[in-house]
């Protein structure tokens, strides 16, 4: 378990502070936009020049990734004139993380100043629309580990990060995703493209078909084991936030179904679909500095 302290807040403003001025000691970029890479999907930052690289575990009180397809690395580099930061590789509950400690990058990207963050995962699709392939921008999501009292805000609150009692009705900012849309058609992959709710499970099961009926009725098209947290730390920091889901697998809602889905499937449609994100990926930060919430 790589867990210290309080479950519900083990990580320290001190904490944050020290992280943040080591990296700013040890980087002369300043980051306006923040990409954290789901699971095989590290390649994204290969479209970014004057790259510098540190080992997650060489981060003062950094996590480290412990899943195959998660490099483990913050790359920091440019794209056209945007300073950037990727995360190759995040972090999960399934882990033995805390979510202090799965969303504990995303504070610091705030007071490193990041604007943006821009999140990737795979996913399994619900919605039987949806294709392996295919991409889905989320235009929403169902935080389920939120309900059972699993939340990253979850303790004291802290002022200097966001309010108590942030609002989610828009977590996702309408002008991304509407630009994220845009650059998709003008590089032809409106074919494959989706717009949907995901929802976020603890896992590190894949889902029974019970439970994915479930999810079926309570309106989700996709269904993966993270990204929620960051989401809601980002948009309580009053950062912008755009999710991309690449839709890895169709998820069971048959007991008929023979078919049975594992990790390193969903890493093989990682592989077949990533340059095409690392496209869209890159247009996105070339272009969303001009774009407000």
């Known amino acids: 378990m790589h867990t210290k302290g309080s479950p519900s807040c083990c990580c320290s403003f001190e904490d944050y502070n020290l992280t943040t001025e080591w990296l700013l000691n040890h980087t002369s970029q300043r980051p306006k936009v923040a990409v954290i890479c789901g699971s095989g999907l590290g390649l994204l930052a290969d479209g970014a020049a004057n790259k510098q690289t540190f080992r997650y575990q060489d981060i003062p009180n950094f996590p480290v990734s412990t899943v195959a397809g998660h490099e483990g690395c913050l790359v920091f580099g ?104 845009q650059i998709c058609s003008e590089l032809g992959c409106s074919g494959f493209l989706r717009e949907g709710v995901y929802c976020m499970v603890s896992g590190p099961n894949f889902e029974t078909i019970a439970e994915a009926r479930m999810l079926q009725v309570l309106g989700c098209d996709s269904v993966g084991m993270s990204t929620v947290p960051e989401v809601t730390v980002a948009k309580h920091c009053g950062l912008r936030v755009l999710g991309l889901s690449l839709i890895t697998n169709m998820v069971s809602l048959d007991y008929s179904r023979e078919e049975k889905v594992n990790h390193d499937e969903v890493l093989q449609i990682m592989k077949m679909r990533a340059e095409v994100l690392q496209r869209v990926v890159t247009e996105l930060i070339s272009r969303c500095s001009i774009n407000t919430h």
């Open 78 to 181: 440019t794209i056209e004139d945007t300073s950037c930061v990727f995360m190759q590789g995040h972090f999960h509950l399934y882990e033995g993380y805390s979510l202090c400690q799965v969303t504990f990058p995303v504070r610091i990207f705030k007071l490193m100043g990041v604007e943006t963050v821009l999140v990737t995962n795979a996913s399994g699709a619900i919605c039987p629309d949806y294709k392996v392939g295919d991409i889905m921008i989320i235009k929403d999501h169902i935080n389920l580990p939120g309900f059972a009292g699993q939340h990253p805000l979850f303790g004291p609150n802290d002022e200097r990060f966001g309010t108590r009692f942030p609002c989610m009705s828009d977590a996702y900012s309408k002008d991304l995703r509407r630009l994220a849309g």
